[in-house]
């Protein structure tokens, strides 16, 4: 009796083992598909942009084909009254729609603010502002962000950890839905996360976010917003004495003096403890 019963609780904690690495797997698969929104650029009267293979800008109400991108040539976008227009020859050619989206026929690249981006861009003219969004996967957005905000030089497991940081922010700030008014989900300085697109990136500090695909820091089933800073001084800092996630801890920053908002993981204390 005593080796049946035994039998039955070894059964069902495998089976529910199987059941909790079931939905980890399923938990990080959702994370890895999510897509980003960057505000690239906010309230202009003009934005230019390139590609660097042929590309196509559609009616983003409509997904309707408006016109077609040359590789390697720079297109200037202007708000048209309450549409957008595209200059061609020196010319503003209507596009009909205050919304469009820009994507490569192929596997490329897009360009804007003298830097190249993986994914698509949005262009919306709201009030007769335009601003330039850039959509793309969360991994290659990372990809772009570690390196932006890290030293690639610097130890790969400080690198994985800030890979996980970054990630975790993106996703819980994408949840809270802090610029959903202006139709992006982050923006691409330090009141975010610094995003520098594909120019950005280092092959140390895009295996260190492939070796980390999908792992995010969770607290009762919810993404945390993972902050982080340069150095602390010595000891971490809180926002505020009812945060549940965030204590204050001593940071082996070594010698290197405050800089930044000291709350969270401190990278060069990161840094010094992979070491």
């Known amino acids: 009796m005593l080796l049946c019963c035994k039998f039955v609780y070894v059964t069902i904690y495998a089976m529910l083992k199987k059941i909790f690495l079931a939905i980890i797997i399923l938990f990080i698969s959702s994370i890895e598909a999510q897509a ?11 934005i230019k942009i390139g590609s ?8 983003s109400l409509h997904n309707r084909l408006l016109y077609e991108i040359m590789p390697m040539k720079v297109y200037e976008f202007k708000s048209n009254g309450n549409e957008l227009a595209v200059m061609i020859n020196k010319k503003p050619i209507g596009l009909g729609t205050n919304q469009i989206k820009i994507r490569t026929k192929e596997q490329g690249f897009l360009c804007s603010k003298r830097a190249w981006y993986r994914g698509e861009f949005i262009i919306n003219n709201w009030g007769g502002t335009i601003t330039l969004i850039n959509n793309v996967g969360l991994e290659d957005y990372l990809k772009g962000v570690v390196p932006s905000e890290m030293p690639s030089k610097w130890n790969e497991e400080a690198l994985k950890a800030q890979a996980i940081a970054a990630r975790s ?3 819980a700030t994408l949840s ?12 691409d300085t330090t009141a975010d996360q610094v995003y520098g697109g594909a120019s950005a990136e280092k092959e140390r500090t895009t295996k260190a976010v492939e ?3 999908g792992i995010v820091l969770v607290q009762k089933d919810k993404v945390i ?3 982080y800073h340069a150095s602390s001084g010595g000891q971490t800092k809180v926002w505020d004495s009812g945060s549940s996630f965030l204590k204050s801890v001593p940071s082996v920053d070594g010698d290197v003096k405050k800089n930044g908002h000291g709350v969270g993981m401190s990278q060069h204390g990161a840094n ?3 070491q």
């Not at 980003?36 to 003009?46: C, N, P, Q, S």
């Not at 660097?52 to 009616?59: H, L």
């Open 36 to 46: 980003v929104r960057v505000g690239l650029i906010t309230d202009a009267k003009e």
């Open 52 to 59: 660097s293979v042929s590309a196509e800008i559609y009616d």
């Open 169 to 171: 922010y993106a996703v």
């Open 176 to 187: 809270a839905g802090k610029h959903a008014s202006k139709g992006f989900d982050l923006v």
């Open 211 to 213: 070796d980390t695909k």
């Open 225 to 227: 917003p993972t902050y």
């Open 272 to 274: 010094n403890l992979a």
